[in-house]
């Protein structure tokens, strides 16, 4: 079946720093969605990818749809504190508006 | 996007027993979707709640475990019956954008059972 990979799993970065995470899949998806999960709360829809190449920002977000279609990249520009949490990646499965989501990258700023 | 209220937000609950958790869209939906999320763990769907049918579980749910109602286009329960501890996990409700292109979700129930 279709899954979906993120890298890093959890990352330390100091306050300030940019960070860059990945999502990585052996089927072809045809949207790229990416959330954040904060402590308690349910995911947060950050992006929407719909185009393979499609570079996307938000804030200090900037996502990329890759060309390949089996993978997206998501970017934070100078993080701060409140960028702690946990960020998924989800697709459609093939022929449905059911979502998988990707294994997580835990993000910890060190202030 | 989609408004979803989902209650209870927590809940402790005896092993054998059932707790059935509510999801209201501030929108008529054709689709409402529910996840499971185990400690630590990503996200995995449980099923499809269809509006005058029956629900679709994915592979490993059952209904009995998980029965689900949807009278209407804004409103869906998931009840988990007969707890055990293996079912401490959050619940999250989630529904569709108007294109059907985005999924929003619900702030999730966070059951732990003892």
């Known amino acids: 079946g279709q899954q979906l990979n993120q890298s890093p799993q959890s990352m330390f970065i100091q306050e300030g720093e940019d960070v860059s995470m990945n999502c990585t899949s052996s089927?072809?998806?045809?949207?790229w969605l990416w959330y954040k999960q904060d402590p308690g709360e349910g995911p947060v829809l950050l992006i929407a990818?719909?185009?393979?190449?499609e570079l996307t920002s938000n804030g200090r977000l900037t996502a990329q749809f890759g060309i390949t279609r089996k993978d997206s990249f998501l970017n934070i520009s100078a993080s701060i504190p409140s960028d702690v949490g946990i960020y998924f990646c989800?697709?459609?499965?093939?022929?449905?508006?059911?979502?998988?989501f990707g294994t997580g990258t835990r993000l910890k700023v060190l202030a | 996007s989609a408004v979803i209220s989902q209650k209870p937000s927590r809940d402790i609950c005896q092993r054998g027993t059932s707790l059935t958790i509510q999801c209201q869209v501030d929108?008529?939906?054709?689709?409402m979707f529910w996840y499971r999320q185990q400690p630590g763990q990503s996200l995995t769907l449980i099923a499809t709640?269809?509006?005058?049918?029956?629900?679709?579980?994915e592979s490993g749910f059952v209904i009995d475990k998980f029965p689900i109602s949807r009278p209407n286009l804004t409103f869906s329960t998931l009840t988990v019956s007969n707890l055990s501890p293996e079912d401490s996990s959050i619940y999250l409700c989630?529904?569709?954008?108007?294109?059907?292109?985005?999924?929003?979700f619900g702030q999730g129930t966070r059951l732990t059972v003892v």
């Open positions: 989630s529904a569709p954008g108007h294109l059907n292109t985005e999924a929003f």
């Open positions: 089927s072809i998806f045809n949207t």
């Open positions: 990818l719909y185009k393979a190449g």
């Open positions: 989800a697709g459609p499965i093939s022929g449905t508006y059911k979502y998988i």
């Open positions: 929108s008529q939906v054709t689709m």
């Open positions: 709640a269809n509006q005058g049918s029956e629900a679709t579980y």
